[in-house]
């Protein structure tokens, strides 16, 4: 693998950037009410365990990046240890329907949210799911016109979200009633971990981090602290924010605000104002991570592609961009988003990070001797993986049955595409599947 150029422009500040702004770029806006929901006074908890998985995954991606700086990132590292079959293009479908599951999850944020500045008047679900509409469709619109537009504001956005969660936080700290936290108020054990679980969508975003791997300037030594830096930083966010919210709220006023659960929050002790701040930073966080994500799938999608695993039309850049995975990508999101509850969403996406976080771990272990990777702790991220996906399939069984089904067909598809793609596509023009990355033409192509 070439590595990065020696005038690569992005810093360490700006690599732990990109990873908290992927993290906190609309997830914990979304599901910090259904986490509530879930798992009542244990929602911190909850969070922690979440968060001790990603953080274990970090490690496997901080040692992958440095071994192989692509921005080709989770594709090429799967790719990278266990060839180009059926398997890995599955896994990678399954990465981008991830993708889809998340800007679904973003979108329906922002008409959340978006709807709370509305006049009682047009508090509608048709009007709500306008919103939650124009939050794909303007985003994919700026990506087709302008990809940069949102992205030259991304820096300000992040510092914006981030100052607003810690004004809450530490001005919520003093409506706190530790009674609402209190051991009693916990559910179960496997509650509480299922419910964590469900809510991992909000810390997968540390990934995009090895997306920039070939601009890190020092990337041997800046990747792995960007990595650790970034999800310690988020583990403590989403904890105290959980404990602000359960504690100085009642439940029922946060199943009545379940929606924009992180707005309510700030009600008591900043008022309307602070409940309008946190609305602003939820709908700009969200728009912005929407364009990011859109930006991000259409890529994927050519990066797929370029590894000899999606159809090659899906390599054909329009005007130097991969409009087509952008347009699929969008029609896919917004049939998901409004066709979906919110619930299901957060499963389904959860749910397929753990996945492709498992494959991940698995192969740094078995790339360890080829990376420096220690075997036990990439063996445990491997298996923190499997446990919260196990937590989460028995957490899902014994709430609500049928959505294993959405998560079944989830697979489903990505295996089903992977499977379309070399019976009808790929047989036809090569007699052999080609077993080396093409990373480099990735990354020129990514310039």
């Not at 009410?33 to 244990?42: H, I, K, Q, R, Y």
């Not at 936290?181 to 496997?190: D, G, K, N, Q």
């Not at 728009?287 to 592609?305: F, K």
Request: net charge neutral.
């Amino acid at each position: 693998m070439k590595p990065p150029a020696q005038n690569s422009s992005v810093s360490l500040l700006g690599a732990i950037s990109i990873g908290i702004g992927g993290m906190v770029g609309g997830g914990i806006f979304a599901v910090l009410g259904l986490a509530v929901e879930l798992a009542g006074g244990a929602t911190p908890a909850s969070f922690l365990v979440a968060g001790i998985v990603a953080l274990l995954t970090s490690y496997s991606y901080a040692k992958l990046s440095v071994a192989y700086p692509s921005r080709g990132g989770t594709v090429v590292f799967i790719d990278r240890a266990f060839g180009v079959d059926f398997f890995t293009g599955t896994s990678n479908n399954l990465l981008w329907v991830g993708y889809i599951v998340t800007l679904a999850l973003y979108a329906v944020a922002f008409g959340n949210y978006a709807q709370t500045f509305l006049p009682d008047s047009l508090q509608s679900a048709g009007i709500r799911h306008l919103l939650i509409s124009a939050g794909i469709v303007l985003p994919m619109l700026l990506n087709f016109l302008s990809s940069s537009l949102i992205s030259r504001a991304e820096s300000t956005i992040v510092g914006i979200k981030i100052a607003i969660l810690l004004l809450v936080v530490i001005a919520g700290f003093a409506n706190v009633d530790p009674a609402r936290l209190a051991p009693e108020t916990w559910t179960s054990f496997s509650q509480m971990v299922g419910g964590g679980m469900i809510i991992f969508v909000a810390y997968e975003g540390f990934e995009l981090i090895a997306n920039t791997a070939p601009d890190v300037r020092d990337y041997r030594r800046t990747l792995p602290r960007a990595y650790y830096a970034s999800v310690g930083f988020v583990i403590v966010l989403y904890v105290l924010v959980a404990i602000v919210t359960v504690g100085s709220i009642a439940p029922d006023q946060i199943a009545a605000a379940k929606d924009f659960a992180l707005a309510q929050a700030a009600k008591p002790s900043l008022g309307m104002v602070g409940f309008t701040l946190v609305a602003t930073a939820a709908v700009l966080a969200t728009l912005s991570a929407i364009n990011a994500t859109l930006y991000g799938a259409a890529r994927l999608s050519y990066v797929i592609a370029t590894e000899g695993e999606l159809p090659g039309f899906l390599k054909e850049r329009i005007w130097n961009q991969p409009l087509v995975g952008l347009f699929v990508t969008t029609v896919l999101a917004l049939l998901l988003a409004n066709l979906v509850d919110l619930s299901s969403i957060s499963t389904m996406g959860s749910a397929g990070f753990l996945v492709i976080f498992a494959i991940v771990n698995a192969a740094n272990f078995k790339q360890a001797h080829a990376v420096g990777s220690s075997r036990l702790i990439a063996g445990l991220g491997t298996l923190a993986c499997a446990f919260a996906l196990g937590a989460l399939v028995w957490h899902t069984l014994q709430t609500d049955a049928a959505q294993l089904w959405v998560l079944i067909v989830m697979v489903g598809i990505a295996a089903a595409i992977e499977g379309a793609y070399l019976c009808f596509w790929k047989a036809p023009q090569a007699n052999g599947r080609v077993t080396s990355s093409p990373s480099a033409k990735i990354d020129a192509a990514a310039r």
